[in-house]
C-alpha cells in the first residue's frame, strides 16, 4: 500500500509504505525563506500572548500608581551661572591668579566638581540652618513605601557589604579628611550636619548648558521656597570661595615674594660689592686702560700689517727690476718703467734708430758711414736707458729698506702691546664675569620687585571669575512624581515582562500546534485536522450528530479528507480495516471514529461501512453515536454466543453499521490475538467496503499494538494543545515497530487561537476561508469564535 504525505505528494517504497514527512516527500524546488518570516513569527507570538503582555503592563502600571500616590511631591529649583571667558588683568595679573584665562574642558569640568564638593555644600549647610531641618537632617519620619521597602533595602545593602568589603589590614592608617579647594578641614563631628550634607548632595544636579559656559546648578526638595533658596546660596557660596581662594593665593604669594625679594637685595648688594672691589684692586677703578690697551693693539696690529704689506710689495718690485735687467724687453712690463715720461721717450728713440739702421744696412751696406753713426746714436740712447732704469732700481731698494724698518719697528710696538694688553684683558674678562653676575641679580631683583608691587595693589580688587545670570525662583508645580511618564514607563517595562514571559512560554511549550511539529518530531506524515467543535454540540452525544446534520462544516470535511489523504495515498491498494487509536484516552478518537463511519455513509448510500468497537476495557462507541442499547457484543460474537446479525445495529442518522463492545472485557489481549478474531475480520473485509476499528490507547495497554497489526492502515490521534510530546514520540514509537502503515490525525483544533500561529497548515485554512464551506460551515465558525466547543470529550 501507498500512504499520502501532509502535502500531497504519493510515496511507493518496495517493500513498505507509510505516510512520510514533508521533509522527506519530493517536494519542488521552494524559494528560500525570506528574513521577513522571523518578523511574522514575533509578531504572531504578540498577538498570541497580548493578553499576557498586557496583564503584566497593567499590573506593573497599578504597583506605579500605588508607589506614585505615597511618593512626596518635590519641586525643582535652578540657577545659572556663567564662567568668565573675558577676565580682565589689571596691571599684569598673572595667570594662576586671574582665573579662567583659557578655558578648556577639564577645567570646566573642574569647577563643576568644586560646585558640587562636601565643602561648598557644608557652607550652605552652615548658612541655611539646614541640618536642623528636619527633611534634610535624616530626622523625619519615613513613609509608607520607604518602609516597605526598607527591609529589602537592608538586605542588598548586607549582601554588598559582605561581597565588596576589603579584606581585614592589620594597623590600618587612618586617612584624614581634606576639604577640596581651601584645604580647611571639613567638620563633621556633629552627624545631623552629615545627615544634612548628604541629603543636599543627592538633591544636587550641577550640569553644563549645551556648548556654553553657564553652568546650571538644579536643587530639588520638598519645598518649593527652599528649593530655590539652597539653588541661589550655593550659587553665591561658589563666587565667594573662588574670591576667598583668590585672596589667600594673593596673600601666600606676597609673603613668598617678600620673603624672596629680601633674599635678591642680599645677592645684588654683594655682587655690587664685589665688582667695585675688583676694580680697585687690580687698579682698573674709574680708568678704561684696558679698553684703550685693547685698542692700541688692534691699531699696531692693523699698522704692522700694512708695513708688513708695503715691505713685501717693494720686494717684489725689486725683483722684477732685477730679472728686467737681463732681459731689456720685459722692462715695459715694470709699472716703474712703463710710467716713466723719459724712458717712454727713449724707447720710442731706440725703436726708431732700430728700423732706420735696417733700412740703411740694406740700402748702403754694413760699412757705410752712415750706418756707423746710427748705431753710435743707439748705442747712446741704450746706456742712457741703462742708467735711468738702474737709477729707478735704487730708488726702489731705498723704499724696500725703509718699508723693511718700519715693519720692525711696529713688530716691537705690537710684542710690548700685546704684552700689556694680555693682562689687562684678564683682568677685564673677570671684571665682565662679576658684572654679569650683579647685572642678572639686578634684573632679578627688579621683576620680583615688580610682581611684589602688582600683587599688593591686588589685593583689595579680586574678583570672582563666574558671575549669576539668574537667580532661581520657586517653580509652583511639582517636577516629580511625573504621573504621565512614570505610568507609561511601567507599562512599558511590565510588558517587557511580559514579552520576556511570553518567549519563556513559548520556549517551555511542550505540546503539538501544527502539522509540521507532529512530522518534524515523529516522522509521521500527518492527514489532517480536525477543527474543534464548540457551543451546546461539543457533547459526546452530540457531536456526531452536528457533523452528519451540517456536511459542509469545517469539522465534516476535515474528517472527510482525512479519508481521502489516506485513499490516495494507498491507490495501488486500498485499505479495507483501518484502526484508530491515540497515546493517551480523552484525545476524541471513539467520536473520530463514529464520525467518519457516519459521514462515509451518509455520502455515498452504497459504501458499506462497519464500525467496531474493539475498546474492551471502555467501550464507549455507543455513547459517541449517541445509543441507549448498545446490543450484542463484539466478544459475544467471537465467543459464538450470538451471530453476527444479533451483533451488528445501523445507526439511524448516518446509516452506518457497529458492533458494540462491552466494558471491562476479561482477558481482551487473548481475544484480540485469537483466530476467531482474525476470522471475524475476514468476514468483516468480505461483507463490508471498509471495516473502521475503534481501538484503546496505545500507551494504555497492549491490546492497541494488536488491533495495529490486525488492520491494512492505522490512524494516531494526537490532542491539539495537550498531548505532549514525549508522550506522542514513546505512542509513535512503539507503533512503528508494529506496523508501518501509520498517519496521524491532530484532534479538537482551537481554529481561533491555531490562526494567531500561522502555521498555514489544515486548521489556518479552516479557519481563513471557513465561508467557502457553505452556510453550514457558517454557523459551526461562528460558534467556534465565540466558545469553545470540542469535537470530541473523552475517547
Not at 509578531?43 to 500572548?49: E, G, K, T
Not at 523625619?140 to 565588596?164: H, M
Not at 742708467?387 to 710696538?413: F, G, N, P
Not at 517587557?496 to 505540546?511: C, N
Amino acid at each position: 500500500m501507498g500512504s499520502l504525505s501532509r502535502a500531497d505528494h504519493i510515496v511507493d517504497e518496495p517493500n513498505q509504505n507509510r505516510i512520510l514527512p514533508a521533509s522527506e516527500a519530493p517536494l519542488p524546488a521552494l524559494r528560500p525563506v525570506e528574513s521577513s518570516d522571523e518578523l511574522w513569527d514575533w509578531l504572531r507570538l504578540l498577538n498570541r500572548r497580548k493578553a499576557l503582555i498586557i496583564g503584566c503592563g497593567l499590573i506593573a502600571t497599578a504597583l506605579m500608581a500605588l508607589i506614585i500616590a505615597q511618593a512626596t511631591p518635590l519641586y525643582k529649583a535652578s540657577s545659572r551661572i556663567m564662567l568668565d571667558t573675558r577676565t580682565s588683568k589689571l596691571v599684569g595679573t598673572e595667570a594662576a591668579l586671574s582665573g579662567f584665562d583659557t578655558l578648556n574642558m577639564g577645567a570646566i569640568q573642574t569647577e563643576l566638581e568644586v560646585i558640587q564638593s562636601e565643602y561648598l555644600i557644608g557652607r550652605v549647610v552652615d548658612k541655611l540652618g539646614l541640618a536642623n531641618n528636619p527633611e534634610f537632617n535624616g530626622t523625619k519620619p519615613p513613609g509608607f513605601i520607604d518602609n516597605a521597602l526598607q527591609p529589602l533595602r537592608d538586605l542588598w545593602s548586607i549582601g554588598i557589604s559582605t561581597l565588596l568589603a576589603p579584606p581585614p589590614k592589620p594597623q590600618e592608617a587612618t586617612v584624614a579628611t581634606v576639604a577640596p579647594r581651601t584645604g580647611r578641614p571639613a567638620e563633621d563631628s556633629d552627624p545631623r550636619r552629615r545627615a544634612a550634607i548628604g541629603a543636599v548632595a543627592s538633591r544636587l544636579t550641577v550640569t553644563l548648558l549645551g556648548r556654553t559656559f553657564v553652568i546650571l546648578i538644579t536643587v530639588e526638595s520638598p519645598d518649593d521656597s527652599m528649593s530655590a533658596r539652597i539653588a541661589n546660596a550655593i550659587a553665591d557660596a561658589y563666587l565667594a570661595d573662588q574670591v576667598e581662594t583668590k585672596n589667600e593665593a594673593n596673600r601666600r604669594a606676597t609673603e613668598w615674594l617678600e620673603q624672596r625679594l629680601a633674599e635678591l637685595r642680599r645677592n645684588l648688594q654683594i655682587a655690587e660689592e664685589a665688582v667695585a672691589a675688583y676694580r680697585r684692586d687690580k687698579g682698573l677703578a674709574g680708568s678704561p686702560e684696558g679698553a684703550v690697551s685693547t685698542q692700541t693693539l688692534s691699531d699696531l696690529n692693523s699698522r704692522y700689517t700694512a708695513a708688513k704689506g708695503r715691505r713685501i710689495e717693494r720686494e717684489g718690485r725689486l725683483i722684477a727690476l732685477s730679472k728686467a735687467s737681463l732681459n731689456p724687453g720685459e722692462l715695459a712690463n715694470i709699472p716703474e718703467v712703463a710710467g716713466n715720461t723719459t724712458l717712454a721717450a727713449l724707447r720710442i728713440q731706440d725703436v726708431e734708430l732700430t728700423r732706420k739702421s735696417a733700412e740703411l744696412s740694406s740700402q748702403l751696406g754694413e760699412a757705410h758711414p752712415k750706418i756707423q753713426q746710427v748705431r753710435n746714436e743707439l748705442a747712446s740712447i741704450r746706456s742712457r736707458f741703462i742708467t735711468e732704469t738702474q737709477r729707478i732700481t735704487l730708488a726702489v731698494r731705498a723704499e724696500l729698506d725703509a718699508a723693511t724698518s718700519e715693519e720692525e719697528e711696529l713688530k716691537e710696538l705690537v710684542d710690548k702691546a700685546a704684552v700689556i694688553s694680555g693682562t689687562a684683558s684678564q683682568y677685564e674678562a673677570e671684571l665682565k664675569q662679576l658684572e654679569r653676575e650683579a647685572q642678572s641679580n639686578r634684573t632679578l631683583y627688579e621683576t620680583f620687585l615688580t610682581r611684589f608691587k602688582e600683587l599688593r595693589e591686588q589685593q583689595d580688587i579680586q574678583r570672582a571669575d563666574a558671575r549669576i545670570l539668574a537667580y532661581a525662583h520657586p517653580a509652583g508645580a511639582p517636577s516629580s512624581p511625573n504621573y504621565k511618564t512614570g505610568l507609561m514607563m511601567a507599562f512599558m517595562v511590565g510588558s517587557f515582562l511580559g514579552v520576556a514571559l511570553s518567549v519563556a512560554a513559548e520556549k517551555l511549550d511542550r505540546v503539538f500546534r501544527s502539522a509540521a511539529q507532529v512530522e518534524e518530531a515523529t516522522g509521521v506524515g500527518v492527514l489532517g485536522m480536525i477543527p474543534e467543535v464548540k457551543g451546546a454540540a461539543a457533547a459526546r452525544s452530540n457531536v456526531v450528530s452536528h457533523m452528519l446534520e451540517n456536511m459542509t462544516s469545517p469539522a465534516a470535511e476535515s474528517v472527510r479528507a482525512v479519508f481521502t489523504a489516506i485513499s490516495l495515498g494507498s491507490l495501488d491498494r486500498q485499505p479495507r480495516i483501518i484502526a484508530i487509536t491515540s497515546s493517551t484516552p480523552s484525545e476524541g478518537k471513539t467520536t473520530f471514529v463514529a464520525a467518519l463511519g457516519g459521514l462515509l455513509t451518509k455520502m455515498n448510500a452504497s459504501r458499506r461501512v462497519l464500525i467496531v468497537d474493539l475498546d474492551l476495557r471502555q467501550a464507549r462507541l455507543s455513547a459517541a453515536l449517541g445509543l441507549a442499547d448498545r446490543g450484542g457484543t463484539i466478544d459475544e460474537y467471537l465467543m459464538g454466543i450470538k451471530t453476527l446479525e444479533e451483533c451488528t445495529r445501523r445507526h439511524d442518522l448516518s446509516g452506518v453499521d457497529y458492533i458494540c463492545a462491552r466494558p471491562n472485557t476479561p482477558n481482551a489481549p487473548e481475544i484480540l490475538e485469537s483466530m476467531a478474531m482474525k476470522s471475524a475480520l475476514g468476514v468483516f473485509a468480505e461483507r463490508y467496503d471498509l471495516v473502521i476499528l475503534d481501538g484503546p490507547p496505545l500507551l494504555a495497554v497492549s491490546d492497541a499494538r494488536i488491533i495495529a497489526r490486525l488492520a491494512d492502515y492505522t490512524v494516531f490521534i494526537v490532542q491539539w494543545a495537550k498531548t505532549r510530546r514525549e508522550v506522542v514520540k514513546t505512542a509513535i514509537g512503539a507503533l512503528l515497530n508494529v506496523t508501518n502503515h501509520v498517519g496521524i490525525v491532530i484532534n479538537r483544533v482551537n481554529l481561533a487561537k491555531h490562526a494567531r500561529y500561522g502555521y498555514g497548515d489544515h486548521g489556518d485554512y479552516y479557519s481563513r476561508y471557513r465561508g467557502y464551506y457553505g452556510a453550514g460551515a457558517d454557523v459551526a465558525a461562528n460558534a467556534a469564535h465565540r466558545s469553545p466547543l470540542k469535537l470530541a470529550s473523552k475517547g
